[in-house]
């Protein structure tokens, strides 16, 4: 969570008035409303509909999924009481709870899901069901989720898609969200707040929190009116950690959020996309390179510098998820290591300017980041001064994102954030893609090897039978996507999520979070309760 995204919201004065949680100068009793007041991140302008994304990286919180996570990822009910993956892989099927029904009270069947899941299909939008043949309602408890194509990582949708109603689903229904989870929308002022209430009617665990005030805000109103004892939980990046918020304490969360560094993998011949893109850079595409950049960057110095300590040294796409393989670890800061890879590999000052060269071409390349997102800008720059004693040239440049998106990124080394929840994310990032990937696999990244363990895990019968190909695809002892193979990119760090929260508020143990997206601190949120009396 990272409040200088936030978009411009309310004042401080407002913020005093709406802000309905318990003063911390205050003892919570019997009589004290349980609302509790929340500044999270950005406002969701979108709405809340779960067919065009909501919820995809955290809680939908107003519907219900199929399955969830618990505090330590394993996958547990939600909805489906029972699931099974039969027909070559080809078709999950599903059992729902009996006599569940949505916050207005009409009943959620089977439909309703093949509904939400032949909706969003459709939708072609963040939630990426484009392996969906057909949902199917057998009957009122049963659905049938056909697939295109075997897909173990199909699970993650199930986990993340909420449930809405078929007859109440259309157009408007993401401002005005009828679901079946713990909470239900009240009010929402755009810009300002989102009222939002505990759900009668909802089947699992009744959250002892019966009101929630989500506030959208400016970064210095945020801390305001913490400071004022008038926010519950507030969400921050981590340069702000280290303050001291009256009545409340931190609350730090690890993650997955991690930074990188994407290389272009393949020379610059001239080639484009279809779309007219370039591809490819001389000097990245050389793995000697590569390699170089990976030992010689003090991923830890990242943590304490840019980070302020909050967080972690990253060595891959999906460190500490249970499809990590830890073998691709390294030193950490080796930059003789970094040196006798480049030397060996034919990259020398011959000049005496402090540049390595090759076959007439500068070991220099730019670095490109979001304008706009001083964290990477960080990144960026810290990385720079790290390269140049070992005789790289690294140039940090600021752009404008949906440039860097749409233009830049298969020719420039970009500083890209990923992590999420499932490995189709790795495999995204690193199958070969076809002739115009946007994002994914943007250095047009190519290893028969891993092609076929990454295809050989989608095709596993299980998802647990499938870990070991996911770590295969990472390093095998030979060959692999991490620094002891390809290097195929320098993954820098793992953001701690930072949090303030009242002191009397108990919000159990949190999951690993995802990128920074969405709300995930509110994936347990049936279980937190006041404390004070």
Avoid at 210 to 237: C, H, P, Q, W
Wanted: with cysteine; charged share 25%.
């Amino acid at each position: 969570m990272n409040v200088r995204h936030f978009l411009i919201g309310v004042a401080l004065p407002l913020l005093l008035v709406i802000a309905s949680g318990c003063d911390r100068q205050q003892k919570v009793s019997a009589d004290t409303p349980k609302t509790l007041t929340l500044i999270l991140g950005e406002e969701n302008t979108e709405g809340f509909d779960p067919t065009l994304g909501w919820g995809s990286y955290g809680n939908p919180l107003f519907q219900s999924t199929l399955l969830k996570r618990d505090a330590d990822l394993k996958i547990v009910s939600d909805l489906a009481t029972k699931w099974e993956l039969g027909d070559g892989q080809l078709a999950w099927t599903v059992k729902i709870r009996p006599e569940v029904v949505f916050s207005d009270g009409s009943p959620l069947t089977a439909r309703d899901v093949a509904y939400t899941f032949n909706t969003a299909a459709k939708a072609g939008g963040v939630v990426d069901l484009s392996n969906l043949q057909l949902a199917e309602a057998i009957d009122d408890s049963t659905v049938i989720l056909r697939l295109k194509h075997p897909d173990i990582t199909f699970i993650q949708h199930l986990i993340t898609l909420g449930i809405v109603p078929e007859k109440l689903h259309g157009p408007g229904y993401g401002r005005k969200p009828i679901g079946s989870g713990p909470y239900k929308l009240v009010r929402w002022d755009e810009g300002q707040q989102m009222i939002v209430e505990a759900n009668d009617r909802y089947y699992g665990i009744k959250p002892s929190i019966k009101r929630l005030v989500f506030l959208f805000s400016t970064e210095n109103a945020a801390i305001a009116a913490a400071m004022a004892g008038k926010v519950d939980v507030l969400g921050v990046s981590s340069n702000l950690a280290g303050q001291k918020i009256p009545g409340m304490t931190l609350h730090v969360v690890k993650s997955v959020d991690n930074r990188g560094l994407m290389f272009p993998m393949v020379p610059d011949t001239g080639r484009k996309t279809p779309r007219g893109l370039a591809i490819g850079n001389n000097v990245t595409s050389d793995i000697a390179i590569r390699k170089a950049v990976n030992y010689a960057i003090n991923r830890q110095a990242l943590v304490d510098g840019v980070l302020d300590g909050h967080g972690r040294p990253a060595f891959g796409a999906v460190d500490d998820l249970p499809w990590d393989n830890p073998e691709i670890r390294f030193k950490d800061n080796d930059p003789e290591k970094a040196k006798a890879i480049l030397e060996e590999a034919g990259w020398r000052d011959s000049d005496g300017d402090g540049v390595r060269e090759k076959d007439g071409k500068k070991a220099e390349f730019e670095i490109l980041y979001n304008t706009k997102d001083s964290l990477r800008q960080g990144l960026a720059l810290a990385v720079s001064d790290m390269l140049r004693p070992v005789g790289i040239k690294a140039v940090p440049r600021g752009e404008n994102w949906d440039r860097i998106k749409d233009e830049l990124t298969h020719a420039f080394v970009i500083v890209y954030g990923f992590g999420g929840h499932s490995p189709l994310e790795m495999y995204k990032l690193y199958h070969s893609n076809g002739p115009e990937p946007m994002y994914w696999n943007a250095g047009f990244y190519v290893n028969p090897v891993v092609d076929n363990y990454l295809d050989q895990a989608l095709r596993a019968p299980s998802f647990d039978e499938a870990i070991p190909l996911w770590k295969k695809a990472q390093w095998d002892g030979k060959t692999g996507i991490s620094t002891p193979g390809d290097a195929s990119w320098a993954w820098l760090v793992n953001l701690d999520h930072t949090y303030f929260i009242n002191q009397c508020l108990d919000v159990g143990k949190s999951q690993m979070e995802p990128h920074g997206h969405g709300w995930p601190i509110t994936a347990n949120i049936d279980q937190w309760q006041w404390t004070c009396k």
